[in-house]
C-alpha cells in the first residue's frame, strides 16, 4: 500500500509539471502512472459476497 501511495504522488507530480510546463508528455506519463498506483492500491482487493 505504501508503493501504490508513491507511484501515485510520483505521478501526480509529473501531471502538475505537465500542464504547467505545456509538456503534455509528461501530463500523459502521469496520468498513467497514477493508473498504475491505483491499480495498485487495497481497493483493488475485494472479497466475492455470495
Given at each position: 500500500?505504501?508503493?501504490a501511495r508513491i507511484v501515485?504522488?510520483?505521478g501526480a507530480v509529473l501531471?502538475?509539471?505537465?500542464?504547467f510546463s505545456g509538456?503534455?508528455?509528461f501530463l500523459f506519463a502521469g496520468i498513467i502512472v497514477v493508473?498504475?498506483?491505483a491499480g495498485l492500491g487495497?481497493?483493488?482487493?475485494?472479497?466475492r459476497r455470495e
Open positions: 500500500m505504501r508503493i501515485v504522488v510520483i501531471g502538475v509539471f505537465g500542464v509538456r503534455y508528455g493508473g498504475l498506483g487495497p481497493a483493488r482487493i475485494r472479497k
